[in-house]
């Protein structure tokens, strides 16, 4: 007898990312156009808050 798997819970509703995400990506978009006038230790800062945004944004996608 086959062993049954897990029962699927309710999981997100598929479609687009809300505007609030949209709004993040695109700022951080907006900030990396603008990184090569910020010193050095700005510049680091802003890749990393970029990376962090579209990370998080990708995890909420795979999760539909």
Known sequence: ???PG???GPGAVPG???AAV???VEAAV????EVASLPLRQQVAVYTDAH???QET???IEER
Do not use: D, I, W
Request: hydrophobic share 45%; net charge positive; glycine share 14%.
């Open 58 to 60: 990708l995890a909420t």
């Open 52 to 54: 962090r945004t579209l």
């Open 16 to 18: 687009p990312p809300g």
């Open 30 to 33: 907006a900030a990396l156009g």
């Open 6 to 8: 897990p029962v699927p």
């Open 22 to 24: 949209v709004g993040r």
């Open 1 to 3: 007898m086959p062993v």
